[in-house]
C-alpha cells in the first residue's frame, strides 16, 4: 500500500501518456512533449520535494512514536509552508518563462520550434499542480508515520480515478495540454482529500497559520511574475540563454524580498531546516 500510495503521480503520468498516443485527439508529438515536461518537472520535485518530504518523515516519525501529536501537528504544517515556498515560485517559472526554458534545454536537431511549443504547453498545465505533488508526498508521510498506509492508498486511487475522468474530457478542447491539468487537477483534490483525512485523524492542522503563509507567498509569486516578465523583456534580447537566467534570477529575487517585506518568518527557517537535515 505504501509503495502504490507513493507513485500516485507516476501512475497519472503513465496514464498520461496511454491517451497522449492517440495523436489524432492530443496532437501529433504528444507523448514526447509530456515526457519532456515531465523531465523538467522532476528536476524541482527530485530535489526540493524529496528533501522536504524526507525530512519530515524523519521528525514525524519520531513525534509519533513519543505520541507527541502537537508537535508533528507543527513538522506537518510547516513542511508544507516548505512546500509552498520553493514549489510556487518554480511553477510561476515554468509559466512564465516555460517555452524559452525548452528552447534552451531541447531545441536542436528533430527538436524544432513545433516541439519546443508542443512541450512548454504541457508544461505549462503539469506546472499548476507542482506544489500539490510535492504537498501529496508529504501529507501521505505524515499517514506512514501513524502506521497508517491504507488512507493514503484509498485516496490515491480516487485520485487516480478523476485523472482518468478528467483526461477523457479535457484532452479534446486542450488537447495534450488537458491531459496534463488533468493531472493537475487531480493532485489538488487528492492533496484536499489527504488533508481532510488527517485532519478527521488526528485534529485541526493549523489551518489558520497555513492560509496566512500561503496568502504571503501568492502575493510574493504575483510580483515575481511582473519581475520575471518584465526583465524577460527588457534585457538581453538578443541573447536567449542570458535573457532567460536573467529574468529566472531577477523573479527569484523579487521573491525573496517581497516575502521579507510581507514578514514572512518561516523563509530563513525553511531554507536552514532543509540544508540541516541534509
Known amino acids: 500500500p505504501r509503495m502504490l500510495s507513493s507513485c500516485v503521480y507516476q501512475l497519472n503520468v ?14 501529433a508529438g504528444a507523448v514526447a512533449a509530456l515526457y519532456f515536461a515531465n523531465r523538467i518537472l522532476q528536476f524541482p520535485l527530485g530535489i526540493f520535494g524529496a528533501a522536504i518530504a524526507s525530512a519530515s518523515l524523519s521528525a514525524m516519525s519520531q513525534q509519533a512514536l513519543e505520541e507527541n501529536k502537537a508537535s508533528l501537528k507543527r513538522t506537518l504544517s510547516f513542511s508544507l509552508v516548505a512546500v509552498f515556498l520553493i514549489m510556487l515560485p518554480v511553477s510561476i517559472i515554468f509559466i512564465t518563462l516555460g517555452s524559452p526554458i525548452v528552447e534552451i534545454l531541447f531545441q536542436r536537431g528533430r527538436f524544432g520550434a513545433y516541439s519546443t511549443a508542443s512541450t512548454s504547453y504541457a508544461l505549462l498545465f503539469y506546472s499548476l499542480g507542482l506544489s500539490c505533488y ?35 474530457i479535457l484532452m479534446y478542447p486542450l488537447k495534450l495540454g488537458g491531459l496534463a491539468l488533468a493531472t493537475a487537477i487531480s493532485a489538488a483534490v487528492n492533496s484536499l482529500l489527504l488533508f481532510r483525512a488527517l485532519r478527521k485523524k488526528i485534529g485541526p492542522l493549523g489551518g489558520q497559520y497555513l492560509l496566512m503563509a500561503l496568502s504571503k507567498i501568492l502575493f510574493a509569486i504575483i510580483i515575481m511574475a511582473i519581475a520575471c516578465l518584465y526583465a524577460y523583456n527588457n534585457f538581453f534580447k538578443n541573447l536567449l540563454v542570458l535573457r532567460t537566467l536573467t529574468a529566472v534570477a531577477c523573479g527569484f529575487t523579487v521573491f525573496i524580498l517581497a516575502n521579507i517585506l510581507t514578514g514572512l518568518e518561516e523563509l530563513p527557517k525553511v531554507f536552514r531546516w532543509i540544508f540541516a537535515k541534509k
Open 14 to 27: 503513465f496514464v498520461d501518456t496511454i491517451l497522449s498516443s492517440f495523436s489524432n485527439i492530443a496532437g
Open 134 to 168: 510535492a504537498a501529496n508526498k508529504v501529507l501521505a508521510y505524515c499517514f506512514f508515520a501513524l502506521k497508517d498506509t491504507k488512507t493514503p492508498l484509498k485516496l490515491s486511487l480516487v485520485s487516480v480515478t478523476l485523472n482518468i475522468v478528467l483526461n477523457l
